[in-house]
């Protein structure tokens, strides 16, 4: 179901940032927002609070948003109170974000690898990243995992790519243990 609410929400967003022709506004104000959700807790508690009337909640959204963001956003915000699905602005925005990306052609990149990679590394990586996926540019996102031994394990979406050596080991063990000693 909540794929469902944020889906369509996220999508009515999407319809207007292009109608209105503010896509790069809306995702960047879309990104700010999520991050004052994600920081503080107390608002989103002020948002979903059962006792708090829709009217004072639209207010308290008023109050933090008008002249910080467009007029086109507040107008969502207040649309997401009012139809109760403020416990579901993180995973609408989410969405929102990444058909953005998606329509710019933005790649989402996840690297793990076994030690921490140099600049130049992290350049022709990205560069060869570019070269072979339809995307125009990339987010890359690096961190260090030492269980991986060696290697790297790449994900962009839904695709991965893992030449890690703990999963060349994992392979090497399963094909040990399917030979039968006579």
Do not use: W
């Not at 008008?66 to 649309?79: A, E, Q, W």
């Amino acid at each position: 179901m909540a794929k469902i609410v944020s889906k369509v929400y996220g999508d009515a967003l999407f319809e207007l940032a292009l109608e209105k022709q503010s896509v790069d506004t809306l995702y960047e104000e879309a990104a700010g927002i999520r991050e004052v959700i994600r920081q503080n807790a107390e608002l989103m508690q002020l948002l979903m609070h059962p006792k708090i009337s829709k009217e004072e909640k639209n207010s308290a959204v008023k109050a933090i948003f008008d002249g910080r963001v467009s007029d086109d956003m507040t107008g969502f915000l207040v649309l997401i109170v009012d139809k109760g699905r403020a416990d579901e602005l993180d995973a609408v925005l989410g969405y929102f974000l990444s058909v953005v990306k998606e329509y710019k052609k933005i790649g989402v990149v996840d690297v793990a690898s076994a030690a921490e990679l140099t600049d130049a590394q992290k350049e022709q990586l990205c560069k060869k990243l570019l070269a072979t996926t339809d995307y125009a540019t990339l987010e890359m996102h690096y961190r260090v995992d030492a269980a991986l031994i060696g290697g790297m394990v790449i994900r962009i979406g839904d695709r991965v790519v893992d030449s890690s050596i703990r999963t060349k080991l994992s392979q090497m063990e399963k094909q040990l243990q399917k030979i039968q000693l006579s």
